[in-house]
Every structure is written in C-alpha cells, then in structure tokens.
Antibody
Framework: QVQLQESGPGLVKPSETLSLTCTVS????????WSWIRQPPGKGLEWIGY???????SYNPSLKSRVTISVDTSKNEFSLKLTSVTAADTAVFYC????????????WGQGTLVTVSS | EIVLTQSPGTLSLSPGERATLSCRAS???????LGWYQQKPGQAPRLLIY???SRATGVPDRFSGSGSGTDFTLTISRLEPEDFAVYYC???????????FGQGTKLEIK
C-alpha cells in the first residue's frame, strides 16, 4: 500500500520560502507523476504543480514564478519550494500521486498545515 | 483555463435518499480526465470516480459517475451516514498541463 507523508515547518514568515518534502513509502517513486495540491482553510483545492520520475515539471501558471518542485529518487521523496510567501499562501498542503489509470489523484498524504505569519 | 462549477453548493438530504451532484465545465472536458473526490473534515480527499464513470478501488457501487462534454454528474444511489462530506470534481487539460477542481458541494444531513 502506497503511503505519502508531508513534512516541513508549520510556520513561515512573510516574504520567506516555504519548503516541504513528501516521502513515499510502500512503492517506488519512479514511473509515476507526483503533485503538490493546497487547500486554504475552509476553501477548495488548488493544484500547485507536478514532477515526474525523470524530473520533468509542470506548474500552475498562477504560481509558476514562485514554485520549484524537485525529486530525489534515492530517498523516494519529492519536495516543494514556494518563495516570497504571504498570508494568502496559508493552507494545508497535500502531496499526491497521479493515478496510472488517468489524470486523477489516487493516493494522498494526510496534509500539513503551513501558516504564514510573522 | 477551464473552470468547473459545482451545484448545488450545499445539498441537504436524509440517509437512504438519492443524491445527485453536478459539475459543469466552462468548456468541453475530456471525459477520461474527469474525476470526483470525497473529503471529510480533517482528512485528505479520497478519489471516488476516475475517467468520469469508473469507480476507484474500494469505492462502494452506490457511487456512480456519468456525463460528457461540459456536464458531469456524481450520483449516490442510497445515502449512508458516512457519505455526508464535501465532494469535488476535478479535470485535466493539456498544453500546458493544468489540473483544476470545482469549488465543492457539501452534502449534509437533513
């Protein structure tokens, strides 16, 4: 059973960089696409971007200038960096796997709340 | 960017009733790229339906998806107490790759 676990600071100061890591267990990170998705408190879901096992990335145009997603296949993990954060970036951040059956997300991490505040 | 609009915003029903949730796209969506998720408080979303009509592993057969083009529907044939949650539709469009979600429908106990 594939499991995903997000980790990283729960509090980030405005203008600083948010950094999160997703560790994948129960399966290899290779041969799949891996995404970051966020959800502001009480609001809906927003796709941030994905990375594939070869390191190819695609980002939401609304965040593209501030986002970097990277992968470390030796550690079976992938990471998110979001620069110049503001209070509007406060959200629960999820990592998720794109299903091999199509363009939907079949495995999700439990999510981690990141608050942007001084 | 394709915008997904879900209706109603909130649906109040009783256990045993049938629920019909709508997801309308601002332009035509590839059916094989349309999915539905269930989210309960404090939990990650759970994939219910992929490819607009295929149930994900372990999803009860009271959940069904249908639709094409710009109009998609999630139907729960007979509501169980554990079905009361928020439901999201999601689609993918390429060139450039982009995933979008609807704003959600809250299914609450009447």
């Amino acid at each position: 059973q594939v499991q995903l676990q997000e980790s990283g600071p729960g509090l980030v100061k405005p203008s600083e960089t948010l950094s999160l890591t997703c560790t994948v267990s129960g399966g290899s990170i290779t041969s799949y696409y891996w995404s970051w998705i966020r959800q502001p408190p009480g609001k809906g879901l927003e796709w941030i971007g994905y990375i594939d096992y070869n390191g190819a990335t695609s980002y939401n145009p609304s965040l593209k200038s501030r986002v970097t997603i990277s992968v470390d296949t030796s550690k079976n993990e992938f990471s998110l960096k979001l620069t110049s954060v503001t209070a509007a970036d406060t959200a629960v951040f999820y990592c998720a796997r794109r299903s091999p059956m199509g363009q939907n997300f079949d495995y999700w991490g439990q999510g981690t709340l990141v608050t942007v505040s001084s | 960017e394709i915008v997904l609009t879900q209706s109603p915003g909130t649906l109040s029903l009783s256990p045993g009733e049938r629920a019909t949730l709508s997801c309308r796209a601002s332009q035509s969506v590839t059916s094989s790229y349309l999915g539905w998720y269930q989210q309960k408080p404090g939990q990650a979303p759970r994939l219910l339906i992929y490819g607009s009509s295929s149930r994900a592993t372990g999803v009860p057969d009271r959940f069904s998806g249908s639709g094409s083009g710009t109009d998609f529907t999630l139907t729960i044939s007979r509501l169980e107490p554990e079905d009361f949650a928020v439901y999201y539709c999601q689609q993918y469009a390429g060139s450039p790759p982009m995933y979008t979600f609807g704003q959600g429908t809250k299914l609450e106990i009447k």
